[in-house]
């Protein structure tokens, strides 16, 4: 392979693009609040310090993200029927009052007991836990029966400023169609339009000889109690000439904001080291 002179994973090309829309953002959230958190330049500065962390791989803690992280977890080891080394899954049982009640049927006193039906997974990631419905999973599991989990895919993507590395982990690979499992609290229609997962795998399984052009993001909605709201799929299909010279066009200006701030980088991978 040709040495790259930069490498690229795909979700940071979000968080450039969250970055260089963050005026959009702001007003999207706070542009008719009487009482923002913050001013649009400190919410710009905010993302602006977000994206260098995240170039520089500084640790950061998100209740979100683990929550994501587990469910993707829980998926997969349904999908290969295994134990998981990293999050730890337990089943939650439907438990079932039982007891004597009175002449009108009131109960005078019961039991709860636990039944075999299971309910729900609870799945304990990073000291956090979280309880996914059994039927949830099972939805997801089975439309991913035979997928490969956790496929990382990498090509070199040629720009006016040298060879780029783009890569990413696909969570599930079908053999006609890429799927990325997404977890959120707040889902509006085409919420994932502007990622570029979309555009990063199709190019790279391209490049390395799997012409696999449809992609998945396959949505589930939580509201602030921790339920389903509801799942959504969007979906894709790569076209070459239209969506490679827009994932050029990305890189190449990021490329730019690396250039610019590169005093600010101490993690150098990102600019083909090691």
């Known amino acids: ?3 790259p002179k930069y490498r690229i994973y795909a979700t940071l090309l979000d968080a450039f693009w969250n970055y260089l829309n963050s005026d959009i953002i702001y007003n999207r959230y706070w542009g008719f ?29 998100s209740e979100a993200a683990d929550k994501g992280t587990a469910f993707n977890e829980v998926i997969d080891c349904m999908i290969e029927n295994r134990k998981s080394d990293t999050v730890k899954v337990e089943k939650v049982y ?18 709860e007991v636990r039944t075999n039906t299971v309910i729900a997974l609870k ?19 089975n439309y991913y029966k035979g997928a490969l989990t956790q496929q990382r895919v990498e090509a070199i993507l040629p720009t006016s400023y040298g060879n780029v590395l783009v890569y990413g982990l696909i969570d599930e690979l079908m053999p006609t169609s890429v799927h990325d499992i997404k977890t959120t609290g707040s889902y509006t229609v085409g919420k994932f339009k502007d990622h ?40 894709y299909v790569f076209n070459p000439e239209r969506d490679i010279p827009i994932l050029t066009n990305h890189c ?12 600010l980088i101490t993690d150098t991978k990102i600019f083909g080291n090691g």
């Open 196 to 235: 570029h997962q979309h555009l990063v795998y199709p190019y790279a399984l391209m490049k390395n000889g799997s012409d696999v052009r449809t992609f998945e993001y396959n949505i589930v909605e939580f509201n602030k109690g921790g339920y389903v709201v509801d799942t959504y799929t969007e979906t």
């Open 94 to 111: 439907k438990v079932e009052r039982v007891g004597a009640c009175d002449e009108v049927g009131r109960p005078l006193d019961y039991e």
């Open 252 to 263: 190449e200006e990021f490329i730019r904001f690396l250039e610019e701030n590169r005093a």
């Open 1 to 3: 392979m040709q040495q």
């Open 33 to 61: 609040s009487e009482n923002p958190p913050c001013t649009e330049e400190e919410f710009q500065q905010k993302q602006f310090q977000e994206l260098i962390n995240r170039i520089n791989r500084k640790p950061f803690d």
């Open 123 to 141: 799945a304990t990631y990073n000291n956090r836990i979280f309880i996914f419905p059994i039927s949830l999973c099972r939805e997801f599991a």
